[in-house]
């Protein structure tokens, strides 16, 4: 029988909405999900799901994740943060105040890690509920990043195109850099888009004492033919950062991009948490005045300065009233051999 693995049941748990009921397959470990036909208006099957292979998974009411929140802010020793994350689930809408309020304290990173764990707990209890053999999501990471590198390959750092072989460790990558986009199965998905043969889609591999592991991804994509192609996304692994490998994954798309016709690769960087001087201003008066003065609060644009990229410029409450999308471009040309 298929062992499943904890973590990525996670994040199909995680994906789960109001109008569909998922199911996990014990002999194939496929997970997929029945679609009541008054929502999807799709002829009904749910004939399939009554074989005997098929496991129905936790609906999203059972799934309680309110109780999950309430428990996370137990957790808060910051008396202030307590308090508004206390308030933030008191009425309707709680969903969207905690989310929102999570931002404002800076405690998002910490909240995703909670619930991550909370849904593993949940899956596994699952699991042995209904006698389903399962790795656990620390034995899982050691079985990961399964591609081998040539033996004459002394290089301690290497980077690779993307591959099915790596792709759950590219998706817990944007989970872990982008908790607040790819929290759930976004993350896969996301990876899936990357490794068409349209896009671009690199990693970057370590060798380490215990093996080989993928420390960060980047992509891109082709949106103005072959010559326009948009960098998206970039994420290095937390403990990996600061030794220059987001550099080496740039460097090394611009050349993979350049080698396909691309003259250029542009960005939209986000600030939605206030980490620039053009959060919470009105960016339709003296749009250029206050992008030219910009100063940084712990933005990434910086990096990309450094790269060779330059602002171009901002897309004014893109991610709401007083959040801006900041552009960012640059002329490429493939770096000599």
Not at 88 to 109: Q, S
Not at 174 to 198: H, I, N
Not at 293 to 303: L, V
Request: charged share 30%.
């Amino acid at each position: 029988m298929y062992k499943l693995d904890l973590n990525k049941a996670a994040s199909e748990f995680e994906a789960m909405s109001d109008d569909h009921q998922l199911f996990y397959n014990i002999e194939t470990g496929e997970f997929d999900f029945y679609i009541d036909p008054i929502y999807s208006g799709i002829e009904d099957d749910c004939e399939r799901f009554e074989e005997d292979c098929w496991i129905r998974c936790p609906s999203q009411r059972d799934l309680r994740e309110y109780d999950i929140m309430v428990d996370f802010v137990d957790t808060i020793g910051n008396p202030p943060a307590h308090e508004l994350l206390s308030v933030a689930l008191e009425g309707k809408g709680a969903f969207r105040r905690f989310k929102d309020t999570l931002h404002r304290v800076g405690l998002t990173d910490e909240w995703y890690a909670f619930k991550r764990k909370a849904y593993v707990e949940i899956v596994r209890e699952w699991c042995e509920e209904n006698n389903i053999g399962y790795i656990k999501t620390e034995e899982h990471r050691k079985l990961k990043s399964t591609i081998t590198i040539e033996d004459d390959c002394s290089d301690d750092v290497i980077i690779l195109p993307l591959s099915d072989k790596i792709a759950d460790d590219a998706a817990d990558i944007l989970r872990e850099t982008f908790p607040w986009c790819y929290g759930g199965g976004e993350a896969d998905q996301e990876v899936k888009r990357m490794l068409s043969k349209k896009r671009v889609g690199l990693a970057l591999i370590v060798r380490t004492d215990k093996g080989l592991q993928v420390a960060g991804i980047i992509g891109a994509i082709p949106n103005y033919g072959v010559t326009g192609w948009e960098l998206h996304p970039l994420a290095v692994l937390k403990e990996y950062r600061g030794r220059g490998f987001g550099k080496l994954l740039m460097e090394a798309l611009e050349d993979e991009v350049s080698s396909r016709g691309g003259v250029m690769l542009y960005l939209g960087s986000d600030d939605e948490f206030g980490t620039t001087s053009l959060y919470g201003v009105d960016l339709y008066e003296d749009t250029f005045e206050k992008i030219k003065n910009i100063e940084n609060k712990g933005h990434p644009y910086t990096f990309y300065e450094k790269c060779g990229y330059q602002i171009v410029g901002v897309l004014p409450d893109a991610n709401g009233i007083g959040k801006p999308d900041i552009w960012m471009a640059k002329r490429i040309k493939r770096r000599s051999k």
